[in-house]
């Protein structure tokens, strides 16, 4: 049953059917009815296996191809009219040439298929935030998980009327061919096609398809911002709640910082955090001339290994219903699943995410590294009851975040909104001792943004400083790096919960609280005004973390620095003159201020 009378999503719909050729097309409407039927279906075709509804109540259990385990970069690109709109940090092709050549792909490739329609907001229905899209795909798991993460169904359709204002999406498993797997992205036509791939980042186009690549386009375009950042709320004993946003690149502790829990004697006095997204803000200038954020999610599409009640008891109680588990151990015995760092407990006569029979202490792996959930927001223990918020939070900073072994103290403040552009733009991780063996390759990662950004970077950076031309009462942007290594090329900070009592010195610079100290790369805090409270950390090498281990940490290497603003320069280099003079400049004064240190 078709659910709209909207001329322009039916026209495009009939478009992609005669390409496509499906046998038969199914409107998703968003009722549990509905839902429960594909479910089943997908059950019986074996496409999921339903888990033990006692004990994973509502919970599922998907295996991809095993070509097709993560995100394909290589295979991602933005079609735009030019290679410079993309800019040199993005796979680019154009629009003619990949619409031609998906067209050959996708033409006839869901013939002896169902094509479900997909209307789905990023966004609470109703919010000014939200945005609508229509997925297209022959993927029942590409269903159930948009049902998690984003709104679906013919609410959407109302939403949207009689307006051309929609992203199209279209989704086809194709052959599982990875020779002619592609992410397209067309950022003029409000479009995406993907092909020959069932993995979630690929295929769940509302998530870093829509919400990160097409809407960091629309915002450059509408005067707002679309960014890869965690939103969280901290309460304070007295009820007040202050928000953060923060961007980190994979690996720094993104999604642990976002349902973080305090430190105990901060709980015992009241304190509290709220996340209000995990992933991906959308934030737009609010009357009090700030910024204010929506997560334009309903889920969490995370990484299941080494999420355990001690890493992240939050993200694992989210879990334990209504989520669809992909890649990792299946248990047949019991019908419940399993992952490396979940337990000490791997269950025997188990099969790994392959679907072979696997055993433990045959030293391979039973779940695969990226293997994921996909979990409601609605079932996080900590999460904000501003969280679908139409009007979002109000941002008092934003916090970037890598992975420095050396270079990066333990948190600056930026002097300014400019500067604080600068700190995003020169964000970077670094294989460490810890992780790798040697310390050594920095991967830029501008804004966590890297892979995600629509456009071309330079302008995006341009956009950002023109947002800060608008701001009358801008959030403090601040860089944490919980990350420092000793000689022994050790842990020096504890991080975790105790990430917390950084979070706590940033609040109070919010609010006046506390003064800083002005250094060559910013307003460093001064050891004495971070909360050392009970922390209880001893260094591998037995060295215990104490003040004046605090201080080491918060200290500006000028040598590390130097070096450092040469990658600076490459990176800036790409970008010719798309480069805004002002990040040019703050370059220039960073290389100043070093070189005038005693």
């Known amino acids: 049953m078709v659910l709209t009378n909207n001329k322009n999503v039916l026209s495009w719909v009939d478009e992609m059917v005669s390409l496509v050729t499906p046998d038969r097309v199914v409107w998703i409407d968003g009722s549990e009815e509905q839902l429960d039927a594909l479910r089943a279906e997908a059950v019986a075709n074996g496409e999921i296996i339903k888990l033990n509804q006692e004990k994973l109540p509502g919970c599922y259990y998907h295996r991809t191809a095993l070509n097709d385990v993560a995100r394909v970069e290589n295979r991602t690109f933005i079609c735009t009219p030019t290679k410079e709109e993309a800019g040199p940090t993005n796979n680019w092709m154009a629009p003619s040439e990949a ?173 509290k955090v709220w996340c209000v997204g995990d992933d991906i803000a959308w934030l737009r200038i609010n009357e009090d001339g700030g910024l204010s954020a929506v997560n334009p999610e309903a889920g969490f599409f995370g990484v299941a290994p080494g999420t355990n009640d001690n890493s992240n008891p939050n993200a694992l109680a989210s879990t334990r219903k209504d989520t669809i ?59 904000s009851e501003k969280w679908e918020d139409p009007a979002g939070v109000p941002l008092s900073a934003i916090v970037f975040g890598g992975r420095r072994a050396k270079t990066a103290p333990l948190v600056y403040q930026s002097r300014d909104w400019q500067h604080g552009v600068f700190v995003g733009s020169i964000m970077a991780s670094e294989t460490t001792a810890a992780a790798a063996g040697a310390v050594g390759v920095v991967r830029r990662d501008p804004m966590a943004m890297l892979p995600f950004c629509g456009y071309n970077m330079g302008d995006y ?119 805004p003079k002002e990040l040019a400049d703050e370059l220039n004064k960073l290389e100043e201020n070093l070189n005038n240190m005693n």
Not at 348 to 376: C, L, M, Q, Y
Not at 541 to 565: H, M, P, S
Request: glycine share 10%; with cysteine; aromatic share 12%.
């Open 325 to 383: 588990f992909t890649n990792v151990v299946y248990n047949p015995e019991d019908g419940t699943v399993w992952w490396e760092g979940l337990d000490k407990n791997p269950p025997k006569n188990a099969f790994d995410w392959k679907g072979n029979p696997w055993n433990p202490a045959s030293g391979e792996k039973g779940a695969h590294p990226n293997s994921r959930f996909t979990s409601p927001a609605i079932n996080c223990p900590c999460i």
């Open 461 to 579: 950076w341009a956009h950002w400083l023109d947002m800060g031309k608008k701001l009358t009462n801008p959030p403090l942007i601040f860089n944490v790096n919980w990350f420092r290594l000793n000689e022994n090329g050790k842990f020096i900070w504890p991080g975790f919960g105790d990430n917390f009592r950084v979070l706590e010195w940033i609040l109070k610079r919010c609010e006046g609280k506390v003064d800083a100290v002005e250094t060559a790369i910013g307003y460093l805090p001064k050891a004495e005004d971070i909360d050392l409270e009970d922390l209880d950390y001893t260094i591998e090498g037995d060295q215990k973390f104490n003040l004046e281990t605090l201080k080491e940490i918060l200290t500006v290497e000028r040598d590390y620095w130097l070096e450092d603003a040469k990658g600076i320069k490459e990176l800036y280099a790409k970008f010719g003159n798309h480069l």
């Open 99 to 271: 619409y031609a050549m998906a067209s050959d792909i996708f033409r006839g490739s869901m013939k002896g298929r169902t094509m479900y329609v997909i209307p789905f907001s990023m966004g609470a229905i109703g919010s000014p935030f939200a945005k609508v899209g229509i997925e297209l795909t022959d993927s029942i798991y590409v269903v159930l998980n948009m049902n998690i993460m984003t709104r679906i169904g013919k609410a959407v359709l109302d939403m949207l009327g009689d307006s051309n204002d929609f992203v199209r999406g279209l989704h086809s498993k194709c052959e599982m061919d990875e020779e002619k797997r592609y992410i397209l992205q067309f950022p003029q036509d409000n479009t995406i096609w993907s092909c020959n791939s069932g993995y979630g980042g690929n295929v769940l186009l509302g998530k870093k398809c829509f919400a990160l690549r097409i809407a960091s386009y629309q915002g450059w375009k509408q005067g707002w911002m679309a960014e890869h950042m965690l939103i969280l709320g901290i309460e304070k004993p007295d009820g007040d709640i202050t928000y953060i946003a923060g961007a980190f690149p994979s690996a720094c502790g993104k999604t642990n910082l976002a349902m973080l829990i305090p430190p105990q004697h901060y709980l015992d006095k009241g304190y």
